[in-house]
């Protein structure tokens, strides 16, 4: 059962794939979670002993609740469900791991079932491993396709977000030559509607967005490829006939730069570095990661597992509070919502 508006959302946090940083980013930020939310893991014992003594030695608690809603949010206390069956006593950092994988596919569909049971108000992810998910035997490369089947929903996207700007990619986890066959007018006008939606989510009352294009030059009107003229600027029309604010194609270096300017509120992204080098540059650090189009509030950190970093008590947690704050944005915005209806 959702919150009611003035409470802080109920967020379950995962601890990712457990050789990385995961754990650690989550036990060095709790006293930050628990000032945005009432956050709970879905997640070890064993491995949050270990990185509560890594970051805090003695000094926080651990509480093991068999609910989501026994979530006290107390700073002192970190509060979690178990939910791996997998073995992760033997798991070492920074390695490939199958137990890993299989955990972090655990706590992420948990996490995935509570929320469609309205038992929570969102879920924030740490960031997982795609090698370790397939040794695992798991076929989804990442956490939004796993999100998008666990949920029944068809129409989706990742978008990276920072303060001012958020980027949603038509395509994401395939090999650039793959890009091209997957140009359809219909899923690139499905992603500016989502986008266009999120960003009235998050408070833009009237989004400008901006068509990425995917040729250098736009094409140069066919010099370079002709996926601009026979593509994307009929669909910007069509686009705009609709009643969404779009311009564009508009060549990538130039429409980020105008972008991070704050001419546009979000940019369409055709496939993943496209957006993914832009936004995490202009983000230094600040980005995070939302799963557009869920019928879930779904927010993570826009970094990886840093295996080379990984339980060294180096990780920094900024990213995870980021990522916080617009999960909690985000489940406040649709609660009221559904209290209006």
């Given amino acids: 059962m959702l919150n009611p508006p003035n409470k802080l959302p109920l967020l379950a946090f995962t601890l990712g794939d457990v050789t990385g940083i995961g754990p650690e980013i989550i036990v060095r930020g709790w006293a930050g979670l628990c000032d945005l939310c009432r956050p709970v893991v879905a997640g070890d014992a064993a491995i949050l002993r270990r990185a509560m003594k890594l970051v805090h030695g003695t000094r926080v608690g651990l509480r093991q609740l068999t609910t ?64 370790s998910l397939a040794a695992a035997g798991i076929r989804h490369p990442g956490h939004t396709e796993i999100l998008a089947e666990r949920t029944g929903t068809r129409q989706f996207a990742m978008v990276l977000a920072i303060e001012g700007l958020a980027v949603i990619h038509q395509t994401l986890h395939m090999a650039l030559r793959d890009v091209f066959k997957h140009l359809d007018p219909v899923s690139i006008g499905e992603k500016a509607v989502l986008l266009q939606t999120l960003l009235k989510d998050l408070g833009v009352a009237a989004p400008r967005l901006g068509l990425a294009a995917l040729n250098p030059h736009a094409g140069e009107h066919g010099l370079f490829g002709d996926e601009e003229e026979t593509i994307l600027r009929p669909l910007g029309g069509r686009l705009r006939d609709q009643g969404i604010n779009i311009q564009g194609p508009i060549p990538a270096d130039t ?87």
């Fill in 68 to 131: 989501p809603e026994e979530a006290m949010g107390q700073a002192d206390q970190v509060e979690f469900v178990q939910v791996s069956t997998a073995d992760l006593a033997s798991v070492a950092p920074g390695t490939i791991d199958a137990q890993a994988g299989q955990a972090a596919y655990d706590f992420l569909i948990w996490s995935i079932d509570q929320a469609l049971a309205r038992r929570i108000d969102g879920i924030v992810t740490a960031p997982l491993h795609k090698e």
């Fill in 255 to 341: 429409l980020f730069q105008r972008a991070v300017a704050g001419e546009f509120d979000g940019v369409v992204a055709l496939y993943h570095d496209q957006g993914h080098i832009a936004l995490k540059l202009a983000g230094r650090g600040r980005a995070v990661n939302i799963s557009a189009g869920l019928p879930i509030v779904r927010t993570s950190v826009a970094h990886g597992t840093a295996f080379d970093i990984a339980w060294q008590g180096k990780a920094d947690a900024e990213s995870l509070l980021t990522a916080t704050r617009y999960a909690a944005g985000l489940a406040r915005a649709r609660n009221l919502v559904r209290l209006a209806w």
